[in-house]
């Protein structure tokens, strides 16, 4: 009930008043991490059961119309940069324990993932679009929505990157980190940390791109390789 109730104010809020909605998806972060918890708890010392299926046996449904609600909350025109960040996190989390939970030998993917890519190809190029803007911005997280397309055996999200020209943008916010880097005398800590942390959110998704045949072959196309060969950040810390 509590789940549902906060599900039901996020997306009664994320229109109107995006500042209540923001501090209730932050409380949805805590509190599907309690749930996430709970539910390991009840499996654990079980090794023929994991956290997935005491998701599907208990309240998957509920899980994932708060990862629904979170995905099109995203594409909101009223939506900020704080708030998103929110929303990044629910699906984040939700997405980890989905694909952490699910085999990666088998040929087809898990009901649960089948049901995660629907929301995801539904959402249409806007979505990505929207999460590669802020990803370029160094505010978003891509990295588990490429581990998702390529566990799903689908290829719309990089098709998507390369139809508008977002992965060519995505390799080349990279050396926007190196600015940074090079101005860290002038850069609170905080924020250096930050701009590291998304440069490792970027690379970890092209990471993953990569792959695959296609991925590969245009990261390389896009000129990643030379802008690594003059990374300061790579300097420091290869």
């Not at 190809?121 to 929505?145: H, P, Q, T, W, Y």
């Not at 190196?178 to 002038?186: E, F, T």
């Given at each position: 009930?509590?789940?549902?109730?906060?599900?039901?104010?996020?997306?009664?809020?994320?229109?109107?008043?995006?500042?209540?909605?923001?501090?209730?998806?932050?409380?949805?972060?805590?509190?599907?991490?309690?749930?996430?918890?709970?539910?390991?708890?009840?499996?654990?010392?079980?090794?023929?059961?994991?956290?997935?299926?005491?998701?599907?046996?208990?309240?998957?449904?509920?899980?994932?119309?708060?990862?629904?609600?979170?995905?099109?909350?995203?594409?909101?025109?009223?939506?900020?940069?704080?708030?998103?960040?929110?929303?990044?996190?629910?699906?984040?989390?939700?997405?980890?324990?989905i694909l952490e939970n699910s085999s990666s030998d088998s040929d087809a993917?898990?009901?649960?993932?089948?049901?995660?890519?629907?929301?995801?190809?539904?959402?249409?190029?806007?979505?990505?679009?929207?999460?590669?803007?802020?990803?370029?911005?160094?505010?978003?997280?891509?990295?588990?929505?490429?581990?998702?397309?390529?566990?799903?055996?689908?290829?719309?999200?990089?098709?998507?990157?390369?139809?508008?020209?977002?992965?060519?943008?995505?390799?080349?916010?990279?050396?926007?980190?190196?600015?940074?880097?090079?101005?860290?005398?002038?850069?609170?800590?905080?924020?250096?940390?930050?701009?590291?942390?998304?440069?490792?959110?970027t690379m970890s998704f092209l990471l993953q791109a990569a792959r695959t045949?296609q991925g590969a072959a245009q990261i390389i196309q896009c000129g990643l390789?030379?802008?690594?060969?003059?990374?300061?950040?790579?300097?420091?810390?290869?």
């Open positions: 009930e509590t789940f549902q109730g906060l599900i039901h104010k996020l997306e009664k809020y994320a229109d109107s008043d995006v500042e209540y909605a923001e501090r209730v998806a932050s409380l949805l972060v805590s509190l599907f991490t309690m749930y996430q918890d709970d539910m390991a708890s009840l499996v654990r010392g079980n090794e023929k059961t994991n956290v997935l299926s005491a998701y599907q046996k208990n309240s998957f449904d509920r899980t994932h119309l708060m990862f629904k609600t979170a995905i099109l909350s995203i594409l909101k025109p009223s939506s900020t940069s704080g708030f998103r960040s929110e929303l990044y996190v629910i699906s984040y989390k939700y997405l980890g324990v993917p898990s009901p649960a993932i089948r049901s995660c890519i629907q929301v995801v190809r539904a959402s249409g190029d806007r979505l990505v679009e929207a999460i590669c803007d802020d990803a370029i911005n160094g505010e978003g997280n891509v990295r588990v929505l490429c581990n998702l397309s390529r566990r799903a055996h689908s290829t719309f999200l990089l098709d998507s990157l390369i139809k508008y020209n977002l992965l060519l943008l995505l390799v080349q916010s990279i050396a926007r980190y190196d600015s940074v880097l090079l101005q860290r005398g002038a850069t609170n800590s905080s924020a250096l940390f930050h701009e590291l942390m998304a440069y490792k959110a045949r390789f030379n802008l690594l060969k003059s990374s300061q950040i790579l300097r420091i810390d290869p």
